[in-house]
């Protein structure tokens, strides 16, 4: 139940930064279409940051330390990147405009699914 919680977040959040954030979209011709393209979109965004971030964090370290943690908003941005290399690569409606509409998705992504983290617990039990 969790994790069809938190794949719903994703989604929503998802939708939220391509009404925000001009150069990340979802095309699809019907709403049913676009509602599919979300979840999909949102399940690979989570698998793509559960495989890899945990890796990219351990092998940069350094990175993270040198940088106070401000290397994680560039990290973020390849991964969502990485996320619209592979959406593409299924046929998904779904575009990302090069770095910097990477940079302010993953941002808006990060804050607006926190938000919905907040108001909504991760299963029945927790109420």
Excluded at 61 to 66: E, I, P, W
Aim: aromatic fraction near 12%; proline fraction near 3%; charged fraction near 10%.
């Amino acid at each position: 139940m969790a994790f069809l919680i938190r794949l719903a977040i994703t989604a929503v959040a998802l939708w939220v930064t391509t009404l925000i954030v001009p150069g990340v979209d979802v095309t699809g011709s019907t709403g049913a279409e676009t509602a599919f393209t979300l979840i999909v979109v949102a399940l690979i965004f989570g698998v793509v940051n559960a495989v890899l971030k945990p890796v990219i964090k351990v092998v940069g370290c350094v990175f993270y330390l040198l940088t106070l943690g401000l290397i994680a908003l560039v990290v973020n941005a390849l991964l969502f990147l990485l996320t619209d290399w592979i959406a593409r690569g299924l046929d998904l409606p779904f575009r990302v405009d090069g770095f910097w509409a990477a940079f302010w998705g993953a941002i808006v992504m990060a804050v607006v699914s926190w938000l919905i983290s907040v108001a909504v617990p991760d299963s029945l039990e927790d109420r």
